[in-house]
């Protein structure tokens, strides 16, 4: 019952591509606004925070809606890919991940900007007036410091990509071999009667997927702290 079949295989594939790229492509993102939270002071702060936070508390439907409007064919920035960069959401794989990456971005910004506050500050001052170049400051101390959370927040991320569902179905439709992810299979396959094994065998792949994830997370943060544990989450 729990042996894979071939188009679990590709469902698979697809998933992990999604969630994969989806981290890739909002990890620069989610790290630059954990950062301009956690040290910024600037007028609308708290505006950024709710809008940074929103597709968590946002039914997902309303989320994918607003990706339409923006990223589809009539859609602004949709036109404006399309036209200069070739890239095309609506039906593809790549507004999959668009989508992924919009609901895990809260996630990892959150693991990340708590890794980044957890920062003694006393640290980059010490090195600020040993006469360190911001930059070089940056990339031997803060940067290494919030790595815990760094990890903390991809490996978030890409679990939540891969459970991803209302905001990718409203968004890139159900098309096999192209936007059906795990989580568009499965709810495919319990509309078919008598699909009880499939669902099964796609529910198990699930939980191991993401459990994987969390598991790989724990123990990067652990290691990244010497074996100390601490929980960025």
């Known amino acids: 019952m729990t042996v894979f079949a071939p188009d679990d295989w590709e469902i698979i594939a697809l998933s992990l591509k999604v969630s994969g790229v989806a981290v890739a492509v909002s990890l620069p993102l989610a790290f630059g606004l954990a950062w301009l939270l956690a040290r910024g002071r600037f007028p609308g702060k708290l505006l950024l925070d709710g809008l940074v936070h929103l597709p968590l508390v946002l039914p997902p439907v309303v989320t994918g809606w607003l990706l339409l409007l923006l990223f589809g064919p009539a859609g ?8 200069w960069l070739g890239l095309v959401f609506m039906f593809r794989w790549t507004g999959a991940a668009l989508a992924a990456a919009i609901m895990a971005l809260p996630l990892m910004v959150r693991a990340i900007r708590l890794s980044i ?5 006393r640290l980059e001052d010490a090195a600020r007036t040993l006469g360190a170049p911001p930059l070089h400051m940056f990339l031997t101390i803060s940067l290494p410091l919030s790595l815990p959370g760094i990890l903390a927040g991809a490996m978030l991320g890409f679990a939540r990509s891969l459970g991803e569902f209302g905001a990718t179905i409203t968004f890139v439709s159900n098309i096999p071999g192209e936007t059906r992810t795990l989580p568009i299979a499965i709810y495919s396959a319990l509309q078919i009667p008598g699909a009880e094994n499939v669902v099964t065998r796609l529910a198990i792949i699930s939980v191991l997927l993401s459990l994987v994830a969390l598991v790989a997370s724990e123990a990067m943060v652990r290691r990244a702290n010497g074996g100390a544990v601490r929980h960025v989450l």
Request: aromatic content about 8%; hydrophobic content about 30%; charged content about 40%.
């Open 117 to 121: 506050e957890a920062i003694d500050r």
């Open 76 to 83: 602004p920035i949709g036109r404006w890919c399309e036209q």
